[in-house]
């Protein structure tokens, strides 16, 4: 199982951004898929997550109306758009995938700041 994450970097507060993981290794579609971010000295956190098939998304209260998660299964591929950013949106962000177990990505970095 391989989980790739892109799309990170700096952005001003307000800004936009795409984050993307490509997955490998196993049967994308009958995975739910997820994001997750960890924040300097805090623990690791749910943002938001996606069923294999269906439009079933989940979101974390301070992410919801500003961030939407999306997959493509014929891609293997899981996206993250985060607009309206914030300070506090800072945080290390890490694709994940659950079936029976859970696999993770390597995470990449997005700071808010001006």
């Known amino acids: 199982v391989q989980l790739v994450e892109s799309g990170g970097g700096l952005v001003q507060p307000g800004g936009s951004l795409r984050l993307s993981c490509v997955a490998s290794g196993f049967t994308f579609s009958s995975y739910l898929m997820s994001w997750y971010r960890q924040a300097p000295g805090k623990e690791r956190e749910l943002v938001a997550s996606?069923?294999?098939?269906?439009?079933?998304?989940t979101y974390a209260d301070p992410v919801k109306g500003r961030f939407t998660i999306s997959r493509d299964n014929a891609k293997n591929s899981v996206y993250l758009q985060m607009n309206s950013l914030r300070t506090e949106d800072t945080a290390v962000y890490y694709c994940?995938?659950?079936?029976?177990?859970?696999?993770w990505g390597q995470g990449t970095l997005v700071p808010v700041s001006s």
């Open positions: 996606i069923p294999g098939i269906g439009p079933f998304t």
């Open positions: 994940s995938a659950s079936r029976i177990a859970t696999h």
